[in-house]
Nanobody
């Protein structure tokens, strides 16, 4: 069983920064890819960005240049550095990870962490 635990959400002013963390139970080398999604009230969950096991990174156009995904393999943790936060960024941010096929290929979600942008 895989557990993903997000942390780091909170309230920040427009233009501010937050750093989200996603700690996985066990080695993140088991994962084909890990990523961040977000869901605002009344909207569908949307991709923020992903990082593959080979460290290939993909971002949604809406966050390119402002958000950065990184990973710390030793800590089994993936991060989302969010800079220049805008009023349209508030949402519950979810960590997501898919196991490699040799481990079953299942996809897992964290419980989410709330990000609020307000002056």
């Amino acid at each position: 069983q895989v557990q993903l635990v997000e942390s780091g959400g909170g309230l920040v002013q427009p233009g501010g920064s937050l750093r989200l963390s996603c700690a996985a139970s066990g080695s993140i080398f088991r994962f084909r890819d890990m990523g961040w999604y977000r869901q605002a009230p009344g909207k569908q969950r949307e991709l923020v960005g992903t990082i593959t096991s080979g460290s290939s990174i993909n971002y949604a156009d809406s966050v390119k240049g402002r958000f950065t995904i990184s990973r710390d393999n030793a800590k089994n943790t993936v991060f989302l550095q969010m800079n220049s936060l805008k009023p349209e960024d508030p949402a519950v941010y979810y960590c997501n990870a898919q196991l490699r096929a040799i481990y079953g290929g299942s996809r897992y979600w964290g419980q989410g962490t709330q990000v609020t942008v307000s002056s």
